[in-house]
């Protein structure tokens, strides 16, 4: 997905959200998100949004507070907020057509561009409305390519090596034969775990453990939002694997 659609996709997200849990009770705990109700969450969401806009609008160089992200609670009495959500979508949104996505802004790790902001608050909206229509028993749907990116952007963030100097227990996942794959028709990735980083690349290849699926239960199942359903191969080192993956 390029750019423009990245920027549309965030208020897309955010809007049918906020469509999809206007009725929703705030105070509904979401299990994916251990200890947080649907309020938190969107207040989560609607203060990330601000967030990134904030850094991409003002073209920051170092760090912005990061409060609004992270101090989640609040009043959960009342309905969803849902036109405070889409604002904060838009106020990104609108930040990032302003900038292009080139700007050079503070973001985390090698990245340097707003481009960065765009396409991870594309599938953080995205995972967290799967949060939500999970927790409130509903069925989360997705288009296919929203979904494909979001898996490419996964395995991309989760094979960054500086996760080693994070949580250096996660070289236990590293050896020889090591592989995990996933199938979806005619999609498929493949994380290869036999040298010394984690390398990845789309398409089919002998795993360890392959995971197959639908689409939008592979992108579940890589959140550990739920628990893979078919596992050819080795389903113990899958297991393994998952537990030295903290990403998303």
């Given at each position: 997905?390029?750019?423009?659609?990245?920027?549309?996709?965030?208020?897309?997200?955010?809007?049918?959200?906020?469509?999809?849990?206007?009725?929703?009770?705030?105070?509904?705990?979401?299990?994916?998100?251990?200890?947080?109700?649907?309020?938190?969450?969107?207040?989560?969401?609607?203060?990330?949004?601000?967030?990134?806009?904030?850094?991409?609008?003002?073209?920051?160089?170092?760090?912005?507070?990061?409060?609004?992200?992270?101090?989640?609670?609040?009043?959960?009495?009342?309905?969803?907020?849902?036109?405070?959500?889409?604002?904060?979508?838009?106020?990104?949104?609108?930040?990032?057509?302003?900038a292009?996505?080139?700007?050079?802004?503070?973001?985390?790790?090698?990245y340097?561009?707003?481009?960065?902001?765009?396409?991870?608050?594309?599938?953080?909206?995205?995972?967290?409305?799967?949060?939500?229509?999970?927790?409130?028993?509903l069925?989360?749907?997705?288009?296919?390519?929203?979904?494909?990116?979001?898996?490419?952007?996964?395995?991309?963030?989760?094979?960054?090596?500086?996760?080693?100097?994070?949580?250096?227990?996660?070289?236990?996942?590293?050896?020889?034969?090591?592989?995990?794959?996933?199938?979806?028709?005619?999609?498929?990735?493949?994380?290869?775990?036999g040298?010394?980083?984690?390398?990845?690349?789309?398409?089919?290849?002998g795993?360890?453990?392959?995971?197959?699926?639908?689409?939008?239960?592979?992108?579940?199942?890589?959140?550990?939002?739920?628990?893979?359903?078919?596992?050819?191969?080795?389903?113990?080192?899958?297991?393994?694997?998952?537990?030295?993956?903290?990403?998303?």
């Amino acid at each position: 997905m390029e750019f423009d659609r990245h920027c549309a996709e965030i208020v897309t997200q955010a809007e049918l959200l906020a469509t999809e849990l206007a009725d929703a009770e705030l105070t509904t705990p979401v299990p994916s998100c251990p200890g947080w109700t649907l309020g938190a969450l969107v207040r989560h969401l609607g203060g990330g949004h601000r967030w990134a806009a904030e850094i991409v609008r003002t073209r920051a160089t170092v760090p912005v507070p990061d409060d609004q992200v992270r101090q989640v609670d609040g009043d959960d009495s009342g309905p969803l907020p849902g036109a405070w959500l889409v604002e904060g979508a838009s106020l990104l949104a609108s930040a990032l057509r302003e900038a292009g996505p080139d700007a050079e802004v503070w973001v985390p790790f090698h990245y340097r561009t707003a481009s960065f902001y765009a396409r991870r608050f594309t599938h953080e909206t995205l995972v967290h409305r799967a949060d939500a229509t999970l927790a409130a028993g509903l069925g989360f749907h997705a288009g296919p390519e929203v979904v494909l990116d979001a898996i490419d952007e996964w395995m991309e963030l989760e094979a960054l090596p500086e996760h080693f100097e994070f949580r250096p227990e996660k070289r236990e996942i590293l050896g020889d034969g090591r592989s995990v794959g996933f199938e979806a028709g005619e999609h498929a990735w493949f994380v290869d775990l036999g040298g010394s980083a984690v390398t990845w690349e789309r398409g089919r290849r002998g795993a360890a453990a392959t995971v197959r699926g639908a689409l939008t239960d592979l992108l579940l199942v890589l959140y550990q939002r739920k628990d893979a359903q078919d596992v050819v191969g080795d389903p113990a080192w899958f297991k393994s694997w998952q537990t030295h993956v903290r990403f998303g």
